[in-house]
């Protein structure tokens, strides 16, 4: 059998490869973001065929590790990383919600929610800080690191998936967020689990500035998805949409972005997919940004295929509150390959979406509301049709999001008309008034 392997590479195609315990995040030729580059030719020594039936047979097994959905794709991850240095939560393997109700409403009855909140820490975030965790400890078993920190800028959900990770091998962590940006369930995550939290007077783009002076000086292992490793995690969300439709492609696939690696890691699983012949074609995307934050939409509606960095204003969306997105370079390249196009929303938009979407059995964060938000103008406009069959990524649990969803129905979202919101009947214990509020529920 071929020995397969991953390198370190230049996305934009210098010369010169380094191993993945390298603790490296840019070119050094160009300064240029790096990916990971996967011998393609020796993972064609076994057919399509032969790689469903070994994904199929892994899947969410008890058998260590494949009872996480990333590592029941080692090969096409990190194929030469050692069992006794995987770091992993079980994460992955997430249930494709069939939004049935919500379907027919809006006249698309094959849609579909990608639950990657329901994971570990309750947010995507799980699938990629598994394979850098584990990377990070396989580097320091050879030796070949010597910064034991980890670090990561965060809107939230990183900075919880990073301590989580952390603490599960015993490795210090630092997390830099922007004060008062989080909600509370996001930062007693970090908290909790023995992280030191920064809560820096800045937005996002300011963590992430200081995060890489931190690097630059080598007191830190850089944890945000400028780190490739993110995004091979990242991509595993792709091979499982694909295998819970029996190996078949979606139609569309609608996307909650702000710093953009989750658009480049779509595009990097459904790529060597077809390149292996597990599908025939790529499903088109839609990168769905809040109205606040929209770089990439901005870019798209000029024409140009650079994003230029804005300043993002505060969202409701926060997680996606990014005004200078580190991997809007693969994004576009994805959106290109993809057929894509992008679209956004406003804050009543995502925050009408979040109700209508609960009221379908659905529990949804505001980033889920921007995706849904934005698959409902695309079905107005009659881009995607009634016979599509869509999937919407759905990032985060809408657990971690409390205050926004109790502010929507009390009406305390500033600038909200909030014309879904459901306020609880406060009345006495009166037997006779309670059943009559209830017969009429049914009139």
């Known amino acids: 059998m071929a020995r397969y392997r991953a390198v370190f590479r230049c996305f934009s195609g210098c010369a010169g490869e380094y191993p993945l315990t390298q603790p490296i995040y840019r070119c050094p030729s160009c300064d240029g973001l790096l990916e990971v580059a996967h011998d393609i030719e020796a993972l064609r020594d076994r057919s399509a065929a032969a ?5 199929d047979e892994r899947w969410m097994r008890t058998q260590w590790p494949f009872g996480s959905g990333v590592w029941g794709k080692r090969e096409w991850v990190a194929p030469e990383m050692p069992d006794d240095c995987i770091v992993s939560t079980g994460e992955g393997g997430s249930n494709m919600f069939w939004a049935d109700r919500l379907g027919r409403e809006i006249g698309l009855p094959d849609l579909w929610l990608k639950l990657c909140g329901n994971s570990h820490t309750g947010s995507f975030k799980d699938l990629g800080m598994t394979v850098l965790v584990s990377v990070v400890r396989q580097a320091l078993k050879e030796g070949a690191l010597s910064a034991r920190v980890l670090c990561c800028a965060s809107t939230g959900d990183t900075s919880a998936s990073l301590a989580a990770y952390g603490a599960a091998t015993g490795l210090p962590v630092a997390v830099l967020l922007p004060r008062g940006m989080v909600s509370s369930a996001q930062l007693v995550q970090p908290l ?3 992280a030191k939290v920064f809560a820096l ?9 200081v995060v890489k002076e931190l690097a630059r000086r080598g007191l830190v292992y850089v944890a945000n998805s400028m780190n490739p490793l993110r995004i091979e995690g990242q991509k595993t969300v792709s091979l499982e949409i694909v295998q819970q439709f029996d190996w078949e492609s979606p139609d569309w696939i609608i996307l909650p972005s702000g710093n953009l690696g989750n658009a480049a890691a779509l595009y990097a699983g459904f790529k060597t997919m077809r390149d292996l012949g597990l599908v025939a074609r790529m499903p ?9 934050a929209n770089p990439v939409y901005r870019a798209f509606a000029a024409g140009k295929d650079v994003v230029e960095p804005i300043r993002a204003e505060p969202t409701l969306a926060s997680a996606i509150q990014i005004g200078n997105p580190v991997s809007a370079p693969r994004a576009m390249v994805a959106l290109h390959a993809m057929n894509g196009v992008v679209e956004q929303a406003t804050e009543e938009e995502l925050a009408d979406a979040c109700a209508r979407a609960d009221r379908t059995g659905l529990y949804t964060c505001p980033h889920t509301g921007v995706a849904l938000a934005c698959l409902f103008k695309l079905r107005e406009r009659g881009l995607i049709e009634p016979g599509h069959r869509v999937v919407v990524v759905s990032t985060a649990n809408g657990l971690k999001f409390t205050e926004f969803k109790l502010a929507y129905h009390e009406r305390r979202l500033p600038g909200i008309d909030a014309r879904r919101a459901n306020q609880p009947v406060i009345m006495e214990p009166d037997v006779e008034r309670v059943a009559a509020a209830i017969a009429a529920m049914g009139a």
């Open 284 to 292: 088109r995307l839609c990168i769905a940004q809040a109205e606040h």
């Open 51 to 55: 790689w469903m039936k070994l994904f």
């Open 201 to 209: 007077e800045t937005d996002f783009d300011g963590c992430m500035t």
């Open 192 to 194: 909790a689990h023995g």
